[in-house]
């Protein structure tokens, strides 16, 4: 079945700085890839996604890249902000199943 | 606004008393998910309904058990709890069994005394 490895566990920057977080997946069939931001204690907030037939997408201060060869997927957030603190999690999707499966997750600490 | 509501949002129950949370939807989404969230780590899959057919997953523990007797309401009951059980359970739906997005419910923490 799908495997989803996400590093780095725990991601530190300055304010102001850019964090990239990635992801590798196992199966060449997943198609979707969405990235969640989860604060303490709140649910997991979709914050951007890719499909497979897509290289990159961006939306304001973040971006998603996929390389389908090399079975890995990115985000990245420029300009970060306090507010961006927080645990990112990737994730992908198997149209065999529909299933979500998870990275592990990234701690982000943004330092002032 | 069409949400997921989860009720209650923190429930406090005994070693081995029976608890029941519930998840209501005005989504009118065919498929409801139940998952297990402990801290640090991501959100487990326990259930899910497509419909009224029920999936569980092969290593769901058999002291946990779901209903879902409407379109809108899905309820998760954990029939002897244990200390290990103490997590956030969050409910989550997508409109059809082939839909990507997964729309999440804020979520109950619950305690095991």
């Known amino acids: 079945g799908e495997n989803v490895e996400q590093h780095p566990s725990t991601l530190s920057v300055q304010e102001g700085d850019s964090a990239v977080i990635k992801c590798t997946y196992s199966d060449s069939a997943s198609n979707y890839f969405p990235w969640y931001k989860q604060e303490l204690g709140k649910r997991p907030q979709l914050i951007i996604d890719i499909r497979s037939n897509v290289g990159e997408k961006k939306d304001q201060r973040i971006a998603v890249t996929l390389n389908k060869t090399a079975k890995h997927f990115s985000l990245h957030i420029t300009e970060t902000q306090p507010e961006d603190s927080a645990v990112y999690f990737c994730a992908a999707i198997v149209d065999s199943n529909y299933q979500l499966i998870w990275g592990a997750g990234t701690k982000l600490i943004i330092k002032p | 606004d069409a949400m997921v509501i989860q009720n209650p949002r923190y429930q406090v129950t005994q070693f081995g008393k029976p608890v029941t949370l519930s998840c209501s939807q005005t989504l009118n989404h065919n498929v409801m998910y139940w998952y297990q969230q402990k801290s640090s780590q991501a959100p487990k899959l326990l259930f899910h309904?497509?419909?009224?057919?029920?999936?569980n997953e092969a290593d769901t523990p058999d002291n946990f058990q779901s209903r879902r007797p409407n379109t809108s309401f899905c309820f998760l009951d954990i029939r002897s709890p244990g200390l290990g059980d103490a997590a956030m359970y969050l409910c989550a739906t997508k409109k059809s069994l082939s839909s990507y997005e997964q729309y999440f419910g804020p979520g109950t923490r619950l305690t095991v005394t």
């Open positions: 309904y497509y419909d009224k057919d029920f999936n």
